[in-house]
Every structure is written in structure tokens, then in C-alpha cells.
């Protein structure tokens, strides 16, 4: 069975940095894409990066150069280094596989879900 668990979050002032990590288990990320999304309460979760199994790399314009998503796949774990962090960038974050870079822009991932990992920041 497909585990995502997401950690890495927390509380920063507006400016500051976090490193989210995101350790898949049941299944050999190497082979599949994998993003990031994000969700506000109250609003439908969101695109945000995605990297492909060879290492191509896609965000969301919203980004805007402040994160880098990495993988690895020895570990089975994607990364998201967000800096620069915005209060706008408050949210709950989750990753995901999916097919290709296009299938996580377009929300076509595996329907399961972790806990995700709360990133608020402050202005």
C-alpha cells in the first residue's frame, strides 16, 4: 500500500526558509513523477512543482524562482526547498506521484493522500 508522509514544516516569519521532505513508501519513486501541492482551508488544493523520474523540473508560476523540488530515489524521498516564504504561502502541504510532469500539473495522481505538513508564515 502507497504511504506518503510529509514533514518538515513549521513556523517561519515571512522571508525565511523550510526544507519539506516527503518519504514515499509501497512503491519505487524512482519510476514515477512526483510533486508537491498545497492547500488552504477552505479552497481546493493546488499544483505547486513537480520533478520527473529523470530530473526535469516544472512549478507553478505562483513560485517564482523562491522553491527548488529535488528526489532521492535511493530514498525514496522528494524534497521541496522553499525560501523567501510569503504569508500567501501559508498552507498545508502534500506530494504525490503521478505519470509524467503534465499528469501532476493536471491533478492526474494517485488518489491517495498523507497527512501533508503545515507551513504557516508569519508577515
Known amino acids: 500500500q502507497v504511504q506518503f508522509v510529509e514533514s518538515g514544516g513549521g513556523l517561519v516569519q515571512s522571508g525565511g526558509s523550510l526544507r519539506l521532505s516527503c518519504a514515499a513508501s509501497?512503491?519505487?519513486?524512482?519510476?514515477?513523477?512526483m510533486g508537491w501541492y498545497r492547500q488552504v482551508p477552505g479552497k481546493q488544493r493546488e499544483y505547486v512543482a513537480a520533478?520527473?523520474?529523470?530530473?526535469?523540473?516544472n512549478y507553478e508560476d505562483f513560485v517564482e524562482g523562491r522553491y527548488t523540488i529535488s528526489r532521492d530515489n535511493e530514498k525514496n524521498t522528494v524534497y521541496l526547498q522553499m525560501n523567501s516564504l510569503k504569508a500567501e504561502d501559508t498552507a498545508v502541504y502534500y506530494c504525490?506521484?503521478?505519470?509524467?510532469?503534465?499528469?501532476?500539473?493536471?491533478?492526474?495522481?494517485?488518489?491517495?493522500w498523507g497527512q501533508g505538513t503545515l507551513v504557516t508564515v508569519s508577515s
Open positions: 520533478i520527473s523520474r529523470d530530473g526535469s523540473t
Open positions: 504525490n506521484r503521478g505519470l509524467t510532469i503534465a499528469s501532476m500539473i493536471h491533478g492526474n495522481v494517485l488518489n491517495r
Open positions: 509501497g512503491t519505487n519513486s524512482s519510476i514515477w513523477a
